[in-house]
Each structure stands twice: as C-alpha cells, then as structure tokens.
C-alpha cells in the first residue's frame, strides 16, 4: 500500500485533514484594491510571518464593494481558515460577521481601518498625528491657503487624516476653508479631479495635502496642466510612500506608513490570538514618519498675494525663436 501511495506522488488534502481537526492551517486576508501600490507590501508582511509558522494564505480582493466584501467572507468561512485578516471596505457588517467566524474558532484581526463597533484586535497607523506633523510642517514655512484631498470619509483613515489636518490648522489659528476640503476615491484620477477644481479657485491653495499618494500622483499631474509648478507654485504633500514617491519629479514629500510591518504585526497579532483566547483584545498602532523631499517649499511671494486662476504668463508660448527656448524646455 504504502509503495503504492510513493508511485502515485500522493499529497494529503489539507481541507480533508483540516475537517477532521475541525481547523484547517488556511488564514484568510482581505484587501480593498489590490492595484494600490501600498497593498503588496501589507500582504508580504502577513504572509512571511504566516509561512514561518506552517500557515498559509488565501488572498481575496474586494475593489471597496461590500458586497463583494461579505461574499468573500461567506465562501472563506467554508474553508474553515485559522483565521481571518481584513482591510474593511467600509464600516459595514463586518462585527457581525466577524463574531460567527470566533463562534466557529477563528480569530479575526481588522488592519489599516476599523468597522462600526469593532472591539477585537487591531492593527492601525497614527493617522491623526502623520497628518498634523505633516500640515504643521507646511505651516512651518509660512503656507496659510492649504487644501485637503481627503480619501472617502467613510473610512475611518480618511477620517483621522483628516483629523490631524484640521487639529494643524486649528493649532496655527488658521481659519479651515471649507471648500478647500474634498473628497475622492483614494485613487490618482480622482486626485487629479479634485486638483483642477482647487486649482481653478481664488484665492488658489499654495499647499495641498493629498489623503494618500496615488491622490498625490493625480494632484501633480493636475498642477503641471495648469501649468504651475511644484513647488515654486503649489506644494504637495502625500501619505504612504509608495516606492515611486522618491522618483518623482519633484519627489513627492509623503508620510510614511510601514505597510510590511502592519501586515507582519497583524499575522503575529492573529497566532497570537489562537494560542490565547482568553487574552482581551489588542489595539497596535504604529508609527508614521516624515519623508521630507522636494514637492514642498515657502509659499511664493506671487502665490502668496494674488494666487493663481490661469496659466501664468510665463508659460506661454513664445512668439517667435528664442535663445532660452531649448534651455526651457529642458527644466
């Protein structure tokens, strides 16, 4: 039997084993957007501490949909996983859900965002004091008109960015314009819509703070249509730091958040859970930096007075040959 067993190359079925240990060594882990840069490294975190301890993980992707959310959690609770990290897509039902997966022994760890109600573990970033430290450095160097592209407010990292921008300005005593506040989808097109609709403004904003960095990437497309500069014309400030944010031009300065250590810190947080039931509930938060770079500088004397609502003069299209052309357009 057993040679017959080694011709064959049989390999067990984890999911028959794991029904008879009622587990399987399966953790379940759901993202909102798997085409956010900032999602892979959250991801690669988890799972390297996963396949340290013998688990493995099964990814799922929701683009933000709940319902989409809800039918990846219906179908993972059949492969009776270990346990269950998640990315909330929205404030949703994710503690009802969350409760039948620790009634069948899984534990279940919310990451990045937080649901309505929530009070198990978590795993977040200081969103509140990355954005104040980042607004209040952009006060620092004189900049008073400051806009916010917040991500969607539904969100409860959009919301403590937010937060932290509105305490900074508080702080400065510097009047928080409401229609310099908006709202998008974290992504680079709606960024970049929300930035030609402040940038159309006058007074214009001289900074503008982005929710995340593909936000950002969008807000610096939009400035050079209009055909300002960054930063001698509108500084820019992201969060996240992406790989790409040190490549751009200028390079973008961001708040950090460390993605690998937040999905490694969850996975551990996870096994942790399963070793300890009765343990109370654990809330992580972890550091956010400042990456400072070059999209940012004092606010220009002309930016400063009048603000701009058109394209500069000085972008125009030269009449006739120029000596400095070829030198222009190199800059």
Known sequence: MLDAVAAMDYQPSQLARGLRRVK???????????????????VRG???????????LILCNTDNDHQKEIAHLNELRT????????????????TEQADSYRKAGAAVVCIDRKPRDWVGDTVT?????????AVQHLVSLGHTRIAMISGPLHLTNAQDRLRGFRKALKAARIAIQSDYVKEVAFSK????????NLLRMS??????????????????????????????????????????????????????QPGYELGATAMRLLLDRVANWAAPPRQVVLHTELRVRESV????????????TSIPKRMS?????SPTTASSRKK
């Open 24 to 42: 399987t060594n399966m953790i379940g882990m759901i993202i909102p957007d798997i085409t956010n840069p900032f999602f892979p490294a959250v």
């Open 46 to 56: 988890a799972e390297d501490v996963a396949f340290a301890n013998g688990q493995r």
């Open 79 to 94: 492969y009776l996983p270990l346990g269950l990290i998640v990315i909330p897509s929205d404030f949703s039902e994710l």
């Open 125 to 133: 970033v200081a969103n509140v004091s990355g954005a104040y430290h």
């Open 189 to 196: 097109a709606e960024g970049h819509s929300a930035a030609i």
């Open 203 to 256: 007074p214009t904003p001289t900074a503008i703070f982005a929710g995340n960095d593909l936000i950002a990437l969008g807000v610096l497309q939009a400035i050079r249509e209009r055909g300002l500069r960054c930063p001698q014309d509108v500084s820019l400030v992201g969060f996240d730091d992406l790989d790409i944010a040190s490549m751009t031009n200028p390079p973008l300065f961001t708040v950090y």
């Open 297 to 308: 500088a004092p606010p220009s004397a002309q930016a400063t007075s009048h603000g701009f």
């Open 317 to 321: 299209k030269p009449k006739g040959p």
